[in-house]
């Protein structure tokens, strides 16, 4: 490999990066800020990096968990 297809690569990585943290964390901002504002009383709006820590929070919680069990057949 050389060092162009390297950086490709990593600027390639970088830009997917950006593109899905978008992806997931604008829904959940605009979600929050136009459903839940407006009808619960005392719940502030959020900004994108309160969003996205949301979305990092709900991953830790209930995201996929490995299992090393194996099931019998």
């Known amino acids: 490999m050389n060092a162009t297809e390297i950086i490709t690569k990593v ?10 943290t978008l992806i997931f964390a604008w829904p959940v ?15 502030n709006p959020i900004s994108f990096w309160q969003a996205l ?4 929070l709900v ?3 209930i995201g996929s968990k490995n299992s090393t069990t194996k099931k019998n057949e």
């Open 59 to 61: 991953s830790f919680l």
């Open 53 to 56: 820590g949301i979305n990092v």
């Open 29 to 43: 901002q605009w979600l929050w800020n136009n459903a839940l504002v407006g009808a619960i009383d005392g719940v």
């Open 11 to 20: 600027l390639t990585f970088i830009f997917v990066v950006i593109i899905l």
